[in-house]
């Protein structure tokens, strides 16, 4: 072997091991979370604990939000879709029920839309006002039917 290739081996093995203690030694650094100089089982503890208090605070945040949602109209009614969607498309092979609750979901969230049902005054005998949609639908003009003949 020549002489400048076994310099240029040797040299590169070298760096190799000096760059792996530096990364060793960053990684301990950053792993020691008790600061007492050695990665270990209380520093794994510790770790858990931060881990356990973290996704508990997501959970109690996604419940919070869950319950919040669970009231609105609808998503009670993508929900129900998406199940009835799930049913329907588990015999399908290609479909399958993910894609079948995803569709359940529209239809219901479009049925949902379409409903006329909308928020009903508190005063008595006063009739529930129709939704927007339904409103708008009735101000745009309709072309006029060409009479050919």
Do not use: F, Y
């Amino acid at each position: 072997m020549p002489k400048n290739l076994s310099k240029a081996k040797d040299a590169i093995a070298t760096a190799t091991k000096r760059a792996g203690k530096k990364v060793g030694e960053a990684a301990a650094l950053v792993s020691d979370l008790n600061k007492d100089g050695r990665v270990d089982q209380e520093d794994a503890k510790i770790a858990t604990a931060k881990a356990k208090r973290i996704s508990s605070r997501m959970a109690d945040g996604a419940g919070t939000l869950a319950r919040k949602l669970a009231k609105h109209d609808m998503v009670k009614d993508a929900a129900a879709g998406a199940a009835i969607g799930a049913a329907v498309a588990i015999p399908v092979p290609i479909i399958g029920p993910a894609a079948g609750a995803a569709v359940g979901a529209i239809v219901g969230v479009a049925r949902n839309m379409k409903s006329t049902a909308q928020v009903v005054s508190e005063a008595p005998g006063e009739k529930p006002k129709p939704s927007a949609i339904k409103s708008a639908m009735k101000r745009i003009r309709r072309p006029r039917q060409s009479q050919q003949g």
